[in-house]
């Protein structure tokens, strides 16, 4: 007795969720648990996984089926039909690029990765370049090339690979009304916030502390240890698959939020994935709708929930209990202050929710410029410190704290810069509807409850996996098209009319 | 420009390599890292890889290859000569047992297990017995199938597969003598050992200061922990490859031993992976030679090096350092005699080396008539209480410390336990061998420095990977044939002669 072709695919796919989970762990372990002599010996285990996922993705027995299926697609359930439109989705990305191009990529960013790191070591630019150019040049194929089987075009297709249904057109609406409010929103806070200086918190946190706190809030949040870990590793990161998502932080004993903070990023993640719906879990309507998305609930709980005056409420007590703190600088207030000090920076990942969003918009144009040929590579640094003194009124001593400072470009990922802002943007509207259907919900949290927050991420945002697109998701989870008016006013109530 | 054919199965066997090493680590994490909640995920990601792997392995492209290099074989050197043997090999295993065959027994292993465990918990063997007698079954049919498939009597097939090259008729010669001499000698031991007897070591060693104290005694072996790691799980383990191994092992607080003698079979195993030929490390030819001569190397590290008195001369201070203990039952001489404490007992894993090959040889016998149907399941605990009282004057209780002790069996393992006696065999070949080379062998460890030990190892041993046979091997490093002698005249020497 032999199965629909759908039926067939499901099977297909579950094959190739296995080799997915696998190699997720491989990453993981590469980072958090790997003796560091073992890296060649990784390198090969991920590309022989990853050529076979390749390779099973693209066979010509899945194209085969995926067309008999949508021609007998009557019977299929929504979610079903869904899914093979997702199956579809991601065999035209796999299929679009030729292997060859796929390998010189993986060489050329391979390459580019370890001279970033060394030019942002010596600050020197030159040292990068050849590789960023190399680099520019086979993503500029790799656009084209998705941009004509996808039918969309070139930079669209980037996008679109890493937050499914997302236009140029859509981040240029958004970014254009940041970009509108935001430097005067700026200097408004600046002004305020002079006129009420917040005290430093100075002190050494023992990391294995630090951990200890770190664990007792993901258990109030409700992170299933039975399915999940928290390591640490260089940087912080979530790997995984639903029912298995590893978190990381780092611990700096110099400051007792960097590491908290950091699990509470990834810790979004996690609940995202975590809360992703079981019974399709290892289909592709059962996967995370996208970068914009993914970034959305973890800046959900580390940026609105986890520098709100509730989340202060709660974790005061905790910081004493952990580290004995006392003294008016542990007073509620003046954390809540520290924990949301706004200021004109250089680095992307140190900045605060208000300016963080024209860190975006300057990284969004220029790799635009990059890939269009309008900006040559060698011409990067200079374009990069205008950008920044245009929009942040700061400008970058070297290339280190510059143009070099993210690792994105070098990984040969272009297109991913946005899904930062919109990130963001989508959290601050899911919060504005979130309080609006919940206004006891900064009660709970202050009290350490958070089945609330995620009972109704889990209905509106987790448990709807890949089956809606992200604008048809924040419809119907907010009443309104997506748009960065929430983010706006939401930064314009916190930073102005409720001033810290 | 195409390659010839056995350039390409190089390539083809590079890739399963990469799946061997993949596979590896998702066992390692599983043991020692995973949450406990996400072992279902973790089961479709073994069974997808190794389904693949198995896939790979006997597609008719490389039984094409591999008949075209074997016709073509001239001007290959000596090393791919053997390379394409091991591969013949493998693919022969892979391809003897139909897939169907292959995921029965995964299925009625993996219920057997789950029943092995509740009926060891419940001492009643009645619980285990109908899915042990399923797997018997379908384990009959394989060994027939492997035997036909490779021109060996059934039991053989099975034995060959854990330990290439050797046969029943091997098993047979050797357990023959070691059946001759050992009730007699472990008599004599014990009369000896009355006369003098041990203090007991008492007191509580923190699991933390045993670990130090482990991974000093690693860094003096030499295990290179840019290249692996210790960590603990509930029974010890070796797994990963050349470049990246993975040991474990148990701590016991009321127990100083234990833990670092796990350890130490542990890292011999891991230190005959590492010593591997690395230029063949992703071929056939680059892996160990089997079972016998993998346990040996543990054995040989743990028991014969590991309860020495030159160990004991080096070990001392140690103790001292970390644990501060003091008293006479420390000093090296009650430490020696209570590291080589002979006992009749009923528990294979906690035997020492004089009774210990007894405990393979009951098993031995019971597994072939088990498979022969000579011996029915349900007759099987009586047998086993009977021979134990035969073999070794002690009779189990009940099943629990009976013939459920062992996993072996659940997981369909028949043909493995010899490979521990011919480990113990291979082990005193090798170290008569090697004193007689290395005179000084004995204070070089005295002094802690094993350099002298793996140096010999690496090149008698380690170092061919799976170019020779076993016994091809045994001659060539010990200038005589495989056999019982050495160990016996070790055993005859340490307990009789030199006695403690």
């Given at each position: ?361 300057l990284r969004?144009e220029l790799e635009?410029k990059l890939?269009?040929?309008?900006l ?7 374009a990069w410190?205008?950008g ?113």
């Amino acid at each position: 007795m032999s199965s629909t072709p759908y039926v067939q695919l499901e099977q297909e796919w579950r094959r190739l969720h296995a080799f997915h989970g696998a190699l997720s762990l491989l990453r993981w372990d590469a980072a958090v648990m790997m003796p560091k002599g073992s890296a060649d010996v990784r390198g090969e285990q991920l590309a022989a996984l990853e050529t076979e996922y390749h390779a099973l993705l693209t066979t010509p027995k899945i194209t085969r089926l995926l067309d008999r299926a949508q021609a007998n697609s009557q019977g299929l359930e929504d979610w079903q039909l869904a899914n093979l439109h997702e199956m579809r989705r991601q065999r035209d990305y796999a299929i679009a690029t030729p292997v060859s191009l796929i390998s010189r990529l993986a060489r050329a960013t391979s390459r580019a990765e370890v001279h970033w790191a060394e030019a942002r070591r010596q600050n020197n630019f030159d040292l990068f370049a050849p590789h960023l150019e190399e680099v520019v040049h086979l993503v500029r194929d790799k656009a084209a090339l998705l941009g004509q089987a996808l039918g969309l075009p070139p930079y669209d297709a980037l996008v679109d690979e890493f937050s499914p249904g997302i236009s140029a057109a859509d981040i240029d609406t958004i970014f254009k009304a940041l970009s509108r409010r935001l430097p005067s929103l700026i200097r408004e806070t600046l002004t305020l916030q002079a006129q009420r200086p917040s005290l430093p918190l100075t002190g050494k946190f023992a990391p294995g502390k630090q951990r200890a706190l770190v664990i007792e809030v993901m258990r109030s949040i409700g992170f299933p240890f039975d399915r999940g870990r928290i390591d640490e590793s260089e940087h912080p990161f979530t790997e995984g698959v639903s029912g298995d998502i590893r978190i990381t932080t780092r611990f700096d004993s110099a400051d007792l939020f960097s590491g908290l903070l950091g699990a509470m990023h990834e810790t979004g993640h996690a609940m995202y994935d975590l809360g992703l719906p079981q019974a399709w879990r290892d289909q592709p309507v059962g996967r995370d709708r996208g970068m914009a998305l993914e970034e959305s609930q973890s800046l959900l709980l580390e940026m609105i929930v986890g520098r709100s005056r509730a989340f202060v409420q709660y974790l005061r007590p905790l910081l004493e209990k952990h580290f004995a703190v006392s003294g008016a600088e542990w007073e509620p207030d003046n954390l809540y202050r520290r924990l949301n000090n706004v200021q004109r920076s250089l680095i992307r990942v140190d900045a605060d929710e208000v300016t963080y969003p024209l860190h975006i918009l300057l990284r969004y144009e220029l790799e635009k410029k990059l890939l269009s040929g309008e900006l040559a590579v060698r011409e990067l640094p200079e374009a990069w410190n205008a950008g920044m003194e245009q929009r942040l009124e700061v400008r970058p001593s070297g290339a280190a704290d510059g143009c070099l400072q993210d690792i994105h470009w070098a990984l040969g990922s272009f297109g991913y810069f946005p899904s930062y802002a919109l990130g963001a943007v989508i959290a601050a509207q899911l919060w504005e509807s979130l309080r609006s259907h919940l206004p006891e919900i900064e009660q709970q949290i202050a009290r350490g409850e958070f089945g609330g927050l995620f009972g109704w991420l889990r209905e509106h945002v987790h448990g709807l996996g890949a089956k809606v697109t992200v604008k048809e998701l924040m419809k119907d989870a907010t009443g309104q098209p997506l748009s960065a008016t929430a983010l706006l006013r939401y930064l314009d109530n916190k930073y102005l009319e409720a001033a810290p």
